[in-house]
């Protein structure tokens, strides 16, 4: 049974850093590809970043480029995702998934988070 856990999110004032995490479990083969994916209220899902099963391979969508960075714990267990230079635009519950064969417009994914609040306000 896979099974992901994101921690880490919570208040921050425009301009700060909060850094996520999510926890993963159950896999028997190993983790594999792993995306970032957010949705503000009323909105529909935003994917946010990728990294590749290899943990060097990554991308990022435009809204985020040079602010956010994922990364991969060394035991491949556990995906980051450091947000620095908040916006109140990036003010959304956040997700871990990994990659699979469920398509939306948004990406495709078979195992996600519980999700995380991420507030960016004054």
């Known amino acids: 049974e896979v099974r992901l856990v994101e921690s880490g999110g919570g208040l921050v004032q425009p301009g700060g850093s909060l850094r996520l995490s999510c926890a993963a479990s159950?896999?028997?083969?190993?983790?594999?590809?792993m995306s970032w994916v957010r949705q503000a209220p009323g909105k529909g899902p935003e994917w946010v970043s990728h990294?590749?099963?290899?943990?060097?391979?990554?991308s990022y969508a435009d809204s985020v480029k040079g602010r956010f960075t994922i990364s991969r714990g060394s035991a491949k267990n556990t995906v980051y995702l450091q947000m620095n230079s908040l916006k109140p635009d990036d003010t959304a519950v956040y997700y871990c998934?990994?990659?699979?064969?469920?398509?939306?417009?948004?990406?495709?994914?078979?195992?996600w988070g519980q999700g995380i609040q991420v507030t960016v306000s004054s």
């Open positions: 998934a990994t990659e699979g064969t469920a398509c939306s417009a948004y990406g495709c994914y078979d195992t």
């Open positions: 159950g896999f028997t083969f190993g983790i594999g590809d």
């Open positions: 990294i590749h099963s290899d943990g060097f391979s990554t």
